[in-house]
């Protein structure tokens, strides 16, 4: 009868051997444990190196939506100003709806925070932007406080602040990226 033994057991049978089959069996666990040792420490160094890379990239992608949240802001006011002025200026001064009008816009705080979102957050050259389209929409309020405009002059009067806010959109455009769009902002007037 044969009777198979695993190698443990072969160091019964021959007695010579067991010595080396126990140097064999110890270079073989520590060739295992320093492949498992260099495994856990490639592990800890890949999580550490992805975590700060996930860090950084995380912060400038924060950055970025940031950026862009405070530009679309500055760009929705815009629309949302613009409207109050122009029915500021389409009132005739002497009217209740023209005192509302001109309450309302004075009241009305979001362009304002959504100008200094981009101080915040913007480039020099957006923030330059901003500022300029700030001080042509400022202007256009105060003019369209002091006279009445017919339909055909507030298209007029107005222009200056659309060419503002086109260097506005381009600055923004351009930081970004993006390549330049042609637009025209009130339909009806030619740009």
């Not at 004075?106 to 300029?132: E, I, K």
């Not at 659309?162 to 381009?170: I, K, L, P, S």
Request: hydrophobic fraction near 45%; glycine fraction near 4%.
């Amino acid at each position: 009868m044969l009777v198979l033994l695993d190698v443990r057991d072969q160091f019964l049978l021959f007695p010579r051997t067991a010595g080396f089959l126990a140097q064999e069996r110890d270079a073989s666990d520590n060739a295992v444990m320093s492949t498992a040792v260099i495994a856990a420490i490639a592990g800890v160094l890949g999580i550490i190196i992805g975590r700060l890379w996930d860090a950084r990239s995380e912060s400038a992608r924060w950055r970025r939506d940031q950026k862009v949240a405070s530009y679309q802001r500055f760009a929705e006011e815009f629309q949302s100003v613009y409207e109050s002025i122009r029915s500021v200026a389409l009132a005739g001064p002497e009217t209740d709806a023209f005192r509302r009008a001109v309450e309302e816009a004075r009241r009305d705080r979001a362009w304002d925070c959504a100008l200094t979102g981009v101080w915040l957050h913007g480039s020099p050259a957006v923030v330059a932007a901003a500022n300029s389209l700030d001080k042509s929409i400022t202007k256009l309020f105060y003019d369209a406080q002091e006279r009445v405009f017919l339909v055909e002059d507030w298209s007029r009067e107005r222009l200056h602040s659309q060419q503002a806010f086109r260097r506005f959109v381009d600055a923004v455009r351009e930081e970004l990226s993006l390549p330049p769009v042609e637009f025209n902002l009130f339909p009806h007037t030619p740009t």
